[in-house]
């Protein structure tokens, strides 16, 4: 197995609490303490550059099985990496849909042939999440289910979100729900607000996600159960969440990048790239959830990676799907967002894309601490580059950031302590 | 192209317009509103009174993509590309790209590949002609996209409120009824603000969308209350196929506080106009004797929309062949 050496970067370590500068030393597929005894395999240069844990996204959607047209766990983990993410936890959002231990067991296998990165898969909370019966968590969980989710559709009825959290508390599971009341954003496209208004687009008023964030507080309360709410996105969301820590509720949150860098005034342009659920915010929201972060309220920024093939997107705004392909802009755009505006500095960022989704999912990457699983990038924090989705390793390149100038990019990536990806080697 | 030339038949002097497209009167200025007026003015006298063809879309084809139902606007659009000579494709289908198997841009560009250099749209969706705008490179004339804009009918409701009034300086719109599923409302608003008019949006408070009071128009829900100052009142109406939910509780109610009668013509100016964009729901936003009665200017709106087509088919295919586009 490799013995290697990564020197002089500025190692970034949240989980350790680490900020120095140093050298990382990877053997056998793990974090070693070094200086390493005899012959090494590899020595990499990282002087100036930034050397901190591989990232962890907490809620892609892979399309496999069911639409791998659109995109693979093999297509899927080759964009994780090229956007600098190790760990992918995927959304049981598949044909048929992972509700059963053998589906679990299918995507852990296919990711293993796939070979790129760590899968984690999440089960359903429901039969084909339809919101009625819980599924077979504790089978899931043996399959390797490391949390429970319904994807994007919230489970509506109360009586069943307050079992799957008390049902799901003797695993020791979290359930991920996307809060939403269902029939407040019924033909709904986008934020409901002023360009609502102007749009004639149908709203999705901020209060349909703020209405379930409360009662899905109050059930976890109430049951002791652990909740994750999925990227939420407005001001009284956060302000529910914090109070709700502040009692001691076990409820964890995440943000993605592109709530905070766009806002529902993009929808004037119609680019159905733009479309995502929860919708784009406006500015109040925004500047709402940056102050969760820089808080500790929210301890994840996800990409929420979400593929869709361009024929879908090019149908009319109201029946096109919802999301944005997000792997490969994660970090970038967390750099705008959040160093550029000087909201957080880089140990803060990464904590929140490190050492939070790990802790959200309780699993034992994104940690450089000695005999942790070599998981490492290196990443450029001043390089300079320009968007361009048609080179995204996504089967899909649906996304609203062509063409933007950026700053901060992955250099190289490291699994197992396997170098799997260079930017300078990148075809 | 910035000014007008004399020899260009039919073009009056003054300000111009020289838009690609037609999507929404939101994107244009006072100026150019009334470019297009004037035109549609100048074709008024030229052809419609004297029921002569003119022939300035001689071998133009003009599309007309109508995937929503539609009898008015698409009689009219088509019946001014003909009155320009203008040869013409009719398209209808309803139902969105899902159902159909084909996306909307790919029949778009098929009828673009027959020759079609001015392609009209109606769409059950926001924003789909300005997609289509983007996909392909004949002009795209908006002749309703879901709740969001219906330039041209704004633009025959400016047309006749000038005709009747000559200015807005002064002048109180009262748009009543369902302003939240409205693109004639909408594109009201933009028009009747950008050349100067009051305007004041009254219907129920569920049919009023949030924060309309920023786009500087005033919010009532009583027509009794504003019919005193109002000098135009458009009766929108009630769009029973696009309300999700109740909106409100019954045709009988609505009618109670909004549909115009005689009693509240009584009440209202002595020169009061009432408009309507049809098709009208008589006994609902109005009654049989306001509809035809002496204050309705109803019928004059769907000659002048034949106008106003003519004008606004005219001045996209004079932009083309001076921009060299054509």
Redesign the interface.
Known sequence: MSRCVIRGGRVIDPASDRDAVGDVWLDDGVIASGPLEGDLDDEWDASGKIVCPGLIETQATFQEPGWDGDETIASGTAAAVAGGVTSVACLPETQPVVDNRAAVEFIRQQAERAGACHVFPLGAVTKNRQGDELAEIGQLVEGGAVALSDGKRPVANAEVMRRGLEYARMFGRRIFHHPQVPELV??GVMH???Y??????G?MPAEAEEILVARDVALAEMTGGSLHLMTISTAASVDIVRRAQGRGVDVTASVTPHHLVLTDAELQ??D?NCKVDPPLRSREHIEALVEGLVDGTIEVICSDHRPVPA?EK??????APFGIVGLETLLPLCVRALIDSERLDWPALIALLTSGPARVLGVETGSLAVGRVADVIVIDPDLEWTIDPSKFRSRCSNSPFGGWQVRGRVESVFVEGQRVYSLEDRV | MSTTSDDQPGAPDGPVWTGENLLGLEDLSAEEITAILDQAAEFKSSSLQSNQKLDLLDGVVVANLFFEPSTRTRTSFSLAAKRLSADTIDFTSSGSSLSKGETFIDTARNIEAMGASLVVVRHRSPGAPHQLARRIDAAVLNAGDGTHEHPTQALLDLFTIREKRGSFEGLTVTLVGDILHSRVARSNIWGLKKLGARVIVCGPSTLIPPRIEELGVEVAHRLDDVLGETDCVNLLRIQFERQRGAFFPSIREYTHFYGMNSERLKAARPDVMILAPGPINRGVELTQEVADGPHSVILDQVTNGLAVRMACLYLLHRCQVEGGRA
Do not use: H, K, Q
Request: charged share 25%.
């Open positions: 019924d033909g409901e607000g002023l609502s208004t102007l749009l004639g687009l709203g342009t119609f159905a024929e090019d149908l009319e705004l109201d029946v």
